[in-house]
């Protein structure tokens, strides 16, 4: 018994060191780290699914006839189980739902090892069609998802959409609203103080709004979602961003359907939304309407 004790816990400590590397390819997955590391993020998809098979095949390998094939696979799935409950734990539904890729990852490489371990003749031809799903996350369907989830639209693109009236204001307590903004294609670029990929993105705000600031048919804001206004004008002046800030509430947001920030919004002459997503895909859009515009 004390032996199938100690051997139950090396398993564990083995599944804890390969779940640290499934975290971290779930955070290439993510994008959390992607851009440091120097890769793209769909290599997590790749990362994962052969950890999750190593895990597998060699805890079956090793430990099958110290604590039985039951014993290998319950300790498995508690590892497995804790991790996802961990990677779940006080988030939304939307987000468990974007990160759904990511645990059938997981479940499928699991399942490769235990057929890589079995031997049957078939299992080159099962780990191929199982690493298919990975394989094309990684390829770039992924991120077709999450923009689904975050932005209700696969590629920002919509149909020119009425917007419920608006009013923002500016420094001055000026108005900004759907009124005065009719006749100029609008890029809104939604974000909050406390928002680090909103820091990030500002420099490539700054650069596209420098290149297009003499349009007379274009208007480019930065609109904040409800902090205080001394601060979010001062941090934006400290850092040396010249584009133009708005200030916005909740309610607006809200309205607005402005859940994920940042988020990019751009409004044709009209005023009517066409697109929802995020920078880099924005400036593709804008730089099309812009350049077909006479």
Not at 48 to 61: I, N, R
Not at 130 to 150: Q, R, T, Y
Request: with cysteine; charged share 20%.
């Amino acid at each position: 018994m004390k032996k199938i004790i100690i051997n139950t816990l090396i398993v564990i400590l083995l599944f804890v060191i390969g779940s640290c590397l499934l975290l971290l390819s779930f955070a290439a997955i993510m994008g959390a780290f992607a851009d440091n590391l120097g890769i793209a993020k769909g290599t997590g998809f790749i990362i994962s699914f052969l950890v999750a098979f190593g895990l597998s095949w060699l805890a079956l390998l090793g430990f099958k006839k110290k604590i039985g094939f039951s014993g290998v696979m319950v300790t498995l799935g508690v590892v497995i189980l804790g991790l996802m409950i961990l990677n779940g734990y006080n988030t939304t539904i939307k987000f468990t739902i974007k990160t759904l890729p990511f645990y059938i990852t997981w479940l499928l490489g699991l399942l490769a090892g235990y057929y890589y371990y079995i031997g049957k003749w078939q299992r080159i031809l099962v780990m191929i069609a199982l690493a298919l799903f990975p394989v094309v996350m990684a390829a770039g369907v992924n991120d077709l998802w999450i923009h689904k989830i975050e932005y209700g639209n696969w590629t920002g693109n919509v149909e020119a959409e009425e917007v419920p009236p608006f009013e923002f204001l500016d420094k001055e307590e000026s108005v900004v609203s759907n009124n005065t903004l009719k006749g100029r294609v609008v890029l809104l670029d939604f974000w909050f103080v406390r928002c680090p990929p909103c820091w990030v993105k500002f420099p490539e705000l700054q650069r596209i709004y420098e290149n297009y600031r003499d349009n007379d048919s274009f208007a480019l804001y930065a609109v904040n979602r409800n902090d205080d206004p001394e601060e979010l004008f001062s941090k934006i002046e400290d850092k040396g961003y010249t584009f133009p800030v708005l200030r916005g509430n909740q309610d607006l947001m809200d309205a607005l359907g402005i859940y994920k920030y940042p988020t990019v919004m751009i409004l044709d002459k009209e005023g009517k939304k066409i697109f929802l997503g995020n920078l880099d895909d924005a400036e593709k859009k804008l730089e099309y309407l812009l350049n077909a515009d006479p």
